[in-house]
T-cell receptor, first 113, second 115 residues
Framework: SQKIEQNSEALNIQEGKTATLTCNYT??????LQWYRQDPGRGPVFLLL?????KEKRKERLKVTFDTTLKQSLFHITASQPADSATYLC????????????FGRGTQLTVWP | GAGVSQSPSNKVTEKGKDVELRCDPI?????LYWYRQSLGQGLEFLIY????????KSGLPSDRFSAERTGGSVSTLTIQRTQQEDSAVYLC?????????????FGPGTRLTVT
């Protein structure tokens, strides 16, 4: 069956460092992969989308990579700030089903001053 | 412009009662999704509406769950004979149209507690 795995533990880093979050998927090949941010008590907010034919996508301090051979996406936040503390969700599509995203459980990132 | 809104924000109900959760998507968005998020868990897909097409109900956990979307806009998720395991945050999202290349805009969710 299709499976999504994100960093199994919460990630704690110091302000100014680069945070790297991992999303691994198995048993299928998504055409698109999206990343979302979720703050406590709120719905997820879209951050970036990357296509299967794109190796890398950037937006301000954010960078996403997509390695279809390794079946992995990496999400980087450079020059991290305490305001970046949140849970980050990866969401590859289901491959064969239009419209459906398959969300991972998320990685809780804490950036400390 | 206005985002996705959901009501109520919190709902406490007794086991066995029926509940209705409402979602107002962004105007002009033809795709609407319902998800469920239990404590410490990821988003569990429930149902997906796209325009006038038949909804994708494959994520509904039991026949106690149903949803409708009237006039291609507002959607209502109904849970009949609620059980304690139904306690979760129910999230609604909309997107411009079908296709996973389109970002989803989420509402704030309805926190359902079944006592």
């Amino acid at each position: 069956s299709q499976k999504i795995e994100q960093n199994s533990e919460a990630l704690n880093i110091q302000e100014g460092k680069t945070a790297t979050l991992t999303c691994n998927y198995t048993n299928y090949s998504p055409a698109y992969l999206q990343w979302y941010r979720q703050d406590p008590g709120r719905g997820p907010v879209f951050l970036l989308l990357i296509r299967e034919n794109e190796k890398e996508k950037r937006k301000e301090r954010l960078k996403v990579t997509f390695d279809t051979t390794l079946k992995q996406s990496l999400f980087h936040i450079t020059a991290s700030q305490p305001a970046d503390s949140a849970t980050y969700l990866c969401a590859p599509d289901r491959g064969s089903t239009l419209g459906r995203l398959y969300f991972g459980r998320g990685t809780q990132l804490t950036v400390w001053p | 412009g206005a985002g996705v809104s959901q009501s109520p924000s919190n709902k406490v109900t007794e086991k066995g009662k029926d509940v209705e959760l409402r979602c107002d998507p962004i105007s002009g968005h033809t795709a609407l999704y319902w998800y469920r998020q239990s404590l410490g868990q990821g988003l569990e897909f429930l149902i997906y509406f796209q325009g006038n097409s038949a909804p994708d109900k494959s994520g509904l956990p039991s026949d106690r769950f149903s949803a409708e979307r009237t006039g291609g806009s507002v959607s209502t998720l109904t849970i009949q004979r609620t059980q304690q395991e139904d306690s979760a945050v129910y999230l609604c999202a909309s997107s411009l149209t079908t296709g996973t290349q389109y970002e989803q805009y989420f509402g704030p969710g309805t926190r359902l507690t079944v006592t």
